[in-house]
């Protein structure tokens, strides 16, 4: 779940002295998808590449360990939690163990967000690597595809290290974070997080 809270409390920016928010990569359109396309355009992430007052570190942990094109994977048996914890594993579509190059890749993630010394990060949900609320179960390729409540092994390695992560479909984040670094920004209200909407609300079952 989101920190709303904390994305209050983020400063307000200059140009001079920019909000350092790591965001990965082919959320702003870097070619570093699976099939080696940037996953779909995603506006809401987009529009922050247009301001001066947010410095954005990019990064893509599968490209770093697998390279682009690869094949796609999925964490069995857990979260992303549980495989840095050694209780789960990252499988490509083909069955092979990924979870050793992922968890070398989060290592690198959380090198970089360290040195950079980032104060939010924003990903991708349902991604195994960068999924902050929502990844799939096992294969999302299975004929009845499971989603389970969780972070992929890259956000679950930040978020563990104390650096707050928001993804593309969370909303109402985004808007505190465009009032931040735009102060003529007036914030939509109406906007909702993930897990704030009511699919997510329906099929885990919560209120
Ligand atoms: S690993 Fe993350 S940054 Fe790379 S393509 Fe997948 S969602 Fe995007």
Redesign the pocket.
């Known amino acids: 779940m989101t920190d709303i809270n904390y994305l209050k409390t983020l400063r307000t920016p200059t140009a001079e002295n920019p909000l350092r928010v790591l965001v ?4 702003t359109g870097i070619l ?3 099939d080696g396309t940037a ?1 779909g355009e995603y506006p809401t992430v987009l529009k922050l590449l247009n301001y001066h007052t947010i410095k954005l570190v990019k990064f ?4 770093y360990s697998f390279g682009s094109p690869r094949e796609m994977c999925d964490i069995h048996g857990g979260t992303g939690l549980d495989v840095l914890e050694g209780n789960a594993k990252v499988l490509s579509d083909s069955g092979i163990d990924w979870s050793e190059g992922m968890i070398k890749a989060s290592e690198k993630m959380l090198e970089i967000a360290r040195t950079e010394n980032v104060e939010l990060a924003v990903m ?1 949900d349902v ?1 195994a ?2 999924g902050s609320q929502v990844i799939y179960s096992g294969n999302r390729f299975a004929e009845n595809k499971v989603y389970q409540i969780g972070a992929g092994v890259c956000a679950a390695q930040l978020m563990r290290s104390g650096i707050k992560v928001i993804s593309q479909r969370d909303y109402a984040s985004l808007e505190i974070l465009y009032s931040k670094i735009d102060a003529s920004h007036v914030i939509n209200k109406e906007a909702k997080d993930h897990h704030e909407i009511d699919w997510y609300k329906n099929y885990f079952n919560v209120k």
Not at 24 to 27: N, P
């Open positions: 990965i990569s082919c959320l570093c998808g699976y996953n893509c942990p599968e490209e991708m991604s690597a960068c």
